[in-house]
């Protein structure tokens, strides 16, 4: 439950104070510029465990923090394990310039400009990205099944969470 306490804290500090747990704890909300609201923002701490159940993810998550930029998230689960980044260098659309993508495709989240990419060499390893702009960055959904059959979409379950996700994290910038 400690968790959920953590979402509601970075939801009031990251959106707008009626979505928060109403202790005053809003003083980003407005004020601050957005790329200040993101770097609050905690990668396993956007989603309650409650959702992170419903979507098979086990939980706590485990935090990657291999570049200082974009820390992570991973979630082993079933049907697909998920790890969630928050990219303050990157936008949906300078993601879109690099040279790294086999598919990208525009799609909205939650209205938000947003995007469906497969990195080049993964087109056959089920793992799809789902990303949205939040924030003067983003912040990237990456779901992969781990097991056979292949009879999850992967893409679908990537947009389902950024869709959850969303609400949570500061408009763009």
Not at 13 to 20: K, M, Q, R
Not at 42 to 67: H, R, Y
Request: aromatic letters at 4%.
């Amino acid at each position: 439950m400690t968790i959920v306490a953590g979402v509601a804290l970075v939801s009031a500090s990251a959106c707008s104070p009626s979505e928060g747990a109403g202790d005053g704890s809003s003083e980003t909300t407005g004020a601050s510029p957005s790329g200040e609201a993101l770097a609050s923002v905690k990668p396993c701490e956007l989603l309650s465990s409650e959702t992170l159940k419903s979507f098979g993810l086990e939980i706590p998550g485990e935090a990657m923090n291999s570049l200082p930029w974009r820390p992570g998230c991973g979630y082993q689960g079933e049907p697909v394990s998920v790890t969630l980044y928050k990219d303050k260098r990157n936008t949906v659309a300078s993601n879109e310039q690099k040279s790294t993508w086999a598919e990208f495709e525009h799609l909205e989240v939650n209205g938000r400009s947003g995007a469906r990419a497969i990195t080049q060499g993964t087109t056959k390893a089920r793992l799809c990205n789902v990303m949205f702009d939040a924030g003067q960055g983003l912040i990237q959904v990456q779901a992969r099944e781990d097991r056979l059959p292949d009879d999850v979409d992967e893409c679908a379950k990537a947009l389902e969470i950024a869709k959850k996700i969303e609400p949570n994290v500061p408009e763009p910038a």
